[in-house]
């Protein structure tokens, strides 16, 4: 027997990062609660350097250590009843988490839990991704992400997921007005009276987007959702969807509206 008991051992064990690699052998359960982010990971001094996939370095920091593409789900552990950050490098698991998400019959990876089977260690370990029926996600489920909200983007900038850009979702966007589009026709640069807080020019306008929401605690794990949703409606392509979104006299509004919508989706889960 040793030293420390159990209870103690599972206390300092405890950690918010779920890795593949540690994992037991035999079948994990869990349920996908929020879409993945997903890109390039690269090491440096044991520390990861997350990039978005058409952001890849053309070098890695380690020769030895190659570039790896990776998949960072928010998810929820049956066996231990919490929610834990989950990333996969695996490319047999990337390839099944994009088959199942391209396929008709399954789709949306939040729709339904998926089985992970590890069998064997070291060079010769297999993974297998399997999908479970499609259900509602519970009501436990749902309790447990309201009370820990994740921001997968934070993976992106070395951020905490649970810390970053993500205060009470009820403090700054509450307003009765769900037009967001009702100044649309305004031709205003869209780059103008920023304050100095406010995004830099060189990002794209979608990541400009993204960090408007950001800063007022939306989570953006929908938006390209929403945005491909408003420019089929629209006739519009996506990147006129999002010129439309930065409008200073449209952005208001629309981020009332599409917090609305989130919040509308989660509880029709």
Known sequence: MGFFSKEFKEAISNTRYWKVKDMAQGEH??????????????????????????KKPKE?????????????????????????????????IIMALESLSDSEDWGDLTGYDLKLCKEGAGQ????????????????????????APANLEA?????????????????????????WNVASDKKTDSRANKGPSEPSEVMSPLEEL?????????PVDRLQDWLKARAKTKGQTIEATIQACLIPDVLPNFKKAFFKWTQEQVAAV
């Open 210 to 218: 993204m960090e408007h929401l950001i800063l007022d605690s939306i």
């Open 60 to 92: 890695a920091f380690d020769e030895e250590n190659p570039i790896r593409a990776f998949v960072s789900c928010y998810v929820w552990d049956y066996a231990r009843k919490g929610l834990f950050v989950l990333e996969f490098t695996q490319k047999s």
């Open 29 to 54: 359960r869990f349920r996908i609660v929020q879409a993945p982010v997903y890109g390039w990971i690269d090491w440096k001094d044991q520390k990861p350097y997350r990039y978005r996939a058409d």
């Open 124 to 147: 010769k370990v297999k993974y297998t991704l399997n999908p479970a029926p499609h259900k509602a996600m519970s009501d436990e489920i749902k309790a447990a992400m309201k009370a």
């Open 155 to 179: 993976l992106f900038s070395g951020g905490d997921p649970w810390n970053w850009g993500l205060q009470d979702s009820q403090g700054s966007v509450i307003d009765d007005s769900d037009d």
